[in-house]
């Protein structure tokens, strides 16, 4: 599998997304891998040209591929929600991305605002729900703009649903030396939700008797995210709960930059997207400031999702490397000389 080809769609995006993708794509070529790619323009480029977020046609062309890329999406010229729910949020739906698998990892070199945190107190993966919850878009609006406006926002919580995100997060946790799963949701307000979350970590805990589990209501966790952050090994939760929990990750473990991510479809029966956490940020776009680590860790895990896992520890250890060596250079580089450089790792 190692010297077999990839095929993989790029979606650059807006924004930053273009700059950080290009370095991911350097990173990728460095390491040897031979990728076939095929770039996809959608974003708000594409959106004001035709008013297509996501072509049904695209959609078809890229459930052909291995894996697909993606830098961030938005831009404040559209309409708020627009390209987030009709394109990234379709995209996993339509994909059935169900598990969205983020990482939060404190790396040898790196600052973090928690006094007296070392890497070995911050090494955890939140293995969010993809595909249900707040966001799968149940719910609707009465009587609008007026006052009285009716607003319900549902969260759909399905059985199969929660338990196929839970056996991944099992055996995520089985596959690391702590063997500890965590269910953080709110069990205590969100009765029939949360009833059915912990019933589910209970039967299927029962399969796994090497792994450990606990439970944490969301706002506990949130706290300890900040103050207790060894507690956690793997964390598995709903979809909502785990946006937010690792945007406090990503600022624990040095910052939106470095936060990585995969939207995965363990079943394999369409690709699987990765990308950074992070937005398009226009507030720095076109300057060359745009941190491109963030997205060369993704491409890390995108490479060990299509079972190229030793490339995926030399990209990672590269990165490491770089970061390790952050602290000695400084900072100042440009996105493209941290591309240049953490490339060289890889090839060298
Ligand atoms: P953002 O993540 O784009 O930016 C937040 C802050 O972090 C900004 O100050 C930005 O300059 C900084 N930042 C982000 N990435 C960075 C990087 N790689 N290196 C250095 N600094 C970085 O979030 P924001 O500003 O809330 O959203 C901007 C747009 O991105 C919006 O349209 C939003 O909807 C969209 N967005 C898209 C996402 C995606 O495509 N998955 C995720 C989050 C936001
Ligand atoms: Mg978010």
Same mark, same amino acid.
């Given at each position: 599998?190692?010297?077999?080809?990839?095929?993989?769609?790029?979606?650059?995006?807006?924004?930053?997304?273009?700059?950080?993708?290009?370095?991911?794509?350097?990173?990728?070529? %460095?390491?040897?891998?031979?990728?076939?790619?095929?770039?996809?323009?959608?974003?708000?480029?594409?959106? #004001?040209?035709?008013?297509? =977020?996501?072509? $049904?046609?695209?959609?078809?062309?890229?459930?052909?591929?291995?894996?697909?890329?993606?830098? @961030?999406?938005? $831009?404040?010229?559209?309409?708020?929600?627009?390209?987030?729910?009709?394109?990234?949020?379709?995209?996993? &739906?339509?994909?059935? #991305?169900?598990?969205?698998?983020?990482?939060?990892?404190?790396?040898?070199?790196?600052?973090?605002?928690?006094?007296?945190?070392?890497?070995? $107190?911050?090494?955890?993966?939140?293995?969010?729900?993809?595909?249900?919850?707040?966001?799968?878009?149940?719910?609707?609006?009465?009587?609008?703009?007026?006052?009285?406006?009716?607003?319900?926002?549902?969260?759909?919580?399905? @059985?199969?649903?929660?338990?196929?995100?839970?056996?991944?997060?099992?055996?995520?946790?089985? %596959?690391?030396?702590?063997?500890?799963?965590?269910?953080?949701?709110? =069990?205590?307000?969100?009765?029939?939700?949360?009833?059915?979350? @912990?019933?589910?970590?209970? /039967?299927?805990?029962?399969?796994?008797?090497?792994?450990?589990?606990?439970?944490? #209501?969301? $706002?506990?966790?949130?706290?300890?995210?900040?103050?207790?952050?060894? /507690? &956690?090994?793997?964390?598995?939760?709903?979809?909502? &709960?785990?946006?937010?929990? =690792?945007?406090?990750?990503? %600022?624990?473990?040095?910052?939106?930059?470095?936060? @990585?991510?995969?939207?995965?479809?363990?079943?394999?029966?369409?690709?699987?997207?990765?990308?950074?956490? #992070?937005?398009?940020?226009?507030?720095?776009?076109?300057?060359?400031?745009?941190?491109?680590?963030?997205?060369?860790?993704s491409v890390a895990m995108l490479l060990d999702h299509v079972g190229l896992g030793a490339v995926a520890a030399r990209v990672e250890q590269a990165v490491a490397d770089d970061l390790l060596g952050r602290q000695v250079a400084g900072s100042g580089r440009q996105t493209r000389e941290i591309g240049d450089d953490i490339a060289a790792r890889v090839a060298g």
């Amino acid at each position: 599998m190692e010297s077999s080809s990839i095929r993989l769609a790029v979606i650059p995006g807006d924004g930053i997304g273009g700059e950080v993708v290009a370095e991911g794509l350097k990173v990728l070529q %460095a390491a040897g891998v031979k990728a076939e790619t095929v770039e996809y323009d959608l974003g708000a480029k594409r959106y #004001h040209l035709s008013g297509e =977020t996501l072509p $049904d046609g695209v959609l078809e062309e890229l459930r052909g591929f291995d894996a697909i890329l993606l830098g @961030a999406v938005g $831009d404040p010229s559209v309409p708020p929600g627009v390209l987030e729910r009709d394109l990234l949020l379709r995209l996993r &739906f339509e994909l059935d #991305h169900y598990v969205n698998l983020r990482p939060v990892k404190l790396y040898p070199g790196v600052e973090t605002p928690l006094a007296g945190v070392r890497p070995e $107190d911050l090494d955890m993966i939140v293995v969010r729900e993809g595909t249900e919850g707040l966001y799968a878009g149940a719910g609707g609006v009465l009587r609008r703009g007026t006052p009285q406006e009716i607003a319900t926002q549902e969260s759909l919580n399905t @059985a199969f649903g929660v338990d196929r995100v839970v056996r991944y997060a099992f055996d995520k946790a089985q %596959a690391r030396p702590r063997r500890k799963l965590t269910l953080v949701h709110k =069990t205590n307000v969100l009765t029939f939700a949360g009833d059915l979350w @912990a019933r589910t970590v209970d /039967r299927v805990s029962v399969e796994y008797p090497e792994v450990t589990t606990d439970y944490c #209501h969301v $706002d506990a966790a949130s706290m300890f995210f900040v103050n207790q952050t060894q /507690r &956690f090994d793997v964390i598995v939760t709903d979809n909502l &709960f785990g946006d937010i929990l =690792t945007d406090i990750g990503a %600022a624990v473990a040095g910052g939106i930059g470095l936060a @990585a991510s995969g939207n995965v479809n363990p079943s394999r029966t369409s690709p699987s997207m990765f990308e950074p956490v #992070h937005g398009s940020a226009p507030d720095i776009a076109g300057q060359g400031k745009a941190d491109p680590t963030a997205t060369i860790l993704s491409v890390a895990m995108l490479l060990d999702h299509v079972g190229l896992g030793a490339v995926a520890a030399r990209v990672e250890q590269a990165v490491a490397d770089d970061l390790l060596g952050r602290q000695v250079a400084g900072s100042g580089r440009q996105t493209r000389e941290i591309g240049d450089d953490i490339a060289a790792r890889v090839a060298g």
